[in-house]
């Protein structure tokens, strides 16, 4: 009676475990990938997939060990502890599989590969369920033919489902991309891909612009990975778009999607390429505003733009890079004034404030590193850096319209970012003194249209960046805006 009772326990114990795997192959089989992004608890959530996913990886790789070094009689012991390992990377396998469908799902995320890693992790849960089950029957007579086979299976569903998370987040060629060319060789591996091609090295997009997409690009928008429904490997794709249109207009930068996000400040959200990946060269985006504003074409020859920028479309040739000399002492001069205010501001604020380069006094201030710790009062504190600050970026920080006059008085000002801060019109129309700025960002803030006048008379303003403001995305502005309003 109480070997029947053990086995009713364990019995149940199989249904509870196997209950959310099979629950999740239906929701991956029903509600699978499409490219949209929704719901952030999930997309945030989901972000623990990474973390989570090595554990089980190591409890499975674990159990072939401890079952092959038990079939020593010295070592018999640790096969008792085989079937409680598999019970912790059931477990760990399928809440891996959770978070990443949560992430695959919910993330903006679609493609024929990350389709197969998700398949490959609920196959994996379901293999280690298999194993426990079976390890739980043989007990300790023996490996049993079965419950080896299936053992073997899992650790080769590690190996295929990792190396398809390794596709997904470095690029499908990462095993490859650095191979030696005699095992290349030796392999039949070509060096280009196919999925790749272009109209020819002979045309502007093949040898300008597609290696820029390929190097940059390829890795999210590619043909088994295409967050948004977006590719960039091909031409016909680049011209398709995604999920939400067009993101390349022909002769038009304005309306260019693909333009606009590439040139966005790297903290706004809609900035391109995402996920802390590096911004793209000014040569890069250069080539492909001319590409854009000669007409997108995939004909186009490749000598066609003359005042393209010269050298590789990765980075400039080495033989054009030069480094000014710095007159140390010269340097030490001009910032002599301000010396002394930056070392007692350093040791209130550390780390928002930074010379813009090693010869100059000109000053850069990121106070969104402390975020709404940094309020008025604290901006206030920097008035006497106020004519030195070049580049200042108070996002989601607790700054108000008090901090205008402050704002105001940073006359040499070129960039400023307020993202997400509570300013309004106020603070707006007091930055007519800033004659130097070309930059403004007031992503979601709470601006409407009545301070576009004051936006408007600002001299070298190239770009104001309004989403999420009261101005309504299409506003009919003055002719001093057209072009520079960015939503």
Request: with cysteine; hydrophobic share 45%.
């Amino acid at each position: 009676m109480r070997n029947i009772s053990k086995l009713s326990g364990q019995f149940r114990l199989g249904l509870l475990t196997l209950a959310p795997i099979l629950i999740l192959a239906v929701l991956l089989a029903v509600f699978p990938p499409d490219g949209n992004e929704r719901a952030a608890w999930a997309q945030f959530i989901g972000r623990f997939h990474p973390l989570v996913v090595h554990f089980p990886i190591a409890l499975i790789l674990l159990v072939p060990i401890l079952e092959v070094a038990g079939l020593n009689s010295r070592f018999s012991y640790l096969r008792a502890s085989a079937a409680f390992v598999l019970g912790l990377a059931t477990m760990g396998a399928t809440m891996a599989a959770i978070l990443g469908w949560c992430l695959a799902r919910s993330g903006g995320y679609s493609g024929t590969l990350l389709t197969q890693h998700m398949w490959g992790g609920i196959s994996l849960a379901a293999v280690c369920w298999m194993c426990w089950i079976l390890r739980a029957r043989t007990g300790e007579r023996g490996l049993g033919l079965i419950y080896g086979g299936v053992l073997a299976a899992g650790v080769g569903l590690v190996a295929w489902t990792g190396y398809r998370g390794g596709q997904l987040s470095l690029g499908e060629d990462h095993l490859t991309e650095h191979m030696p060319g005699r095992m290349r060789q030796a392999l039949g591996l070509s060096r280009e891909d196919p999925s790749l091609a272009s109209g020819g090295v002979n045309t502007f997009y093949g040898a300008r612009v597609e290696p820029i997409f390929e190097a940059r690009c390829v890795t999210c928008h590619g043909p088994t990975k295409h967050k948004a429904n977006l590719r960039l490997d091909n031409y016909r794709a680049v011209m398709r778009g995604g999920k939400n249109g067009p993101v390349v207009r022909a002769g038009n930068l304005q309306g260019s999607d693909l333009f606009r996000r590439v040139t966005l400040p790297p903290g706004h959200d809609d900035f391109m390429p995402k996920e802390g990946k590096r911004p793209l060269a000014p040569d890069q985006v250069k080539l492909i505003e001319l590409w854009i504003g000669a007409g997108a074409s995939g004909t186009l020859a490749a000598d066609a733009i003359k005042d393209a920028p010269a050298g590789s479309a990765f980075s400039p040739a080495l033989a054009d890079v030069t480094f000014e000399e710095i007159d140390t002492a010269a340097v030490t001069r001009l910032r002599a004034g301000i010396a002394p205010s930056i070392s007692q501001l350093q040791k209130r604020y550390p780390n928002i404030l930074q010379y813009e380069s090693r010869g100059s006094a000109d000053l850069i201030l990121d106070a969104s590193l402390l975020g709404a710790r940094f309020g008025d009062s604290d901006l206030a504190a920097l008035g006497p850096l106020a004519e030195h600050i070049s580049i200042a970026d108070f996002s989601r920080t607790g700054i108000t319209d008090h901090s205008a006059p402050s704002i105001a008085a940073m006359k040499r000002l070129r960039i400023l970012r307020l993202m997400n801060t509570r300013i309004t019109d106020a603070t707006v129309q007091e930055l007519g003194s800033l004659d130097q700025l070309e930059s403004l960002n007031v992503f979601g803030t709470q601006v409407t249209p009545a301070a576009l006048p004051a936006v408007a008379r600002l001299p070298k303003l190239a770009h104001c960046y309004v989403g999420q403001t009261g101005i309504p995305v299409g506003i009919t502005a003055q002719q001093a805006l057209a072009g520079k309003l960015v939503f």
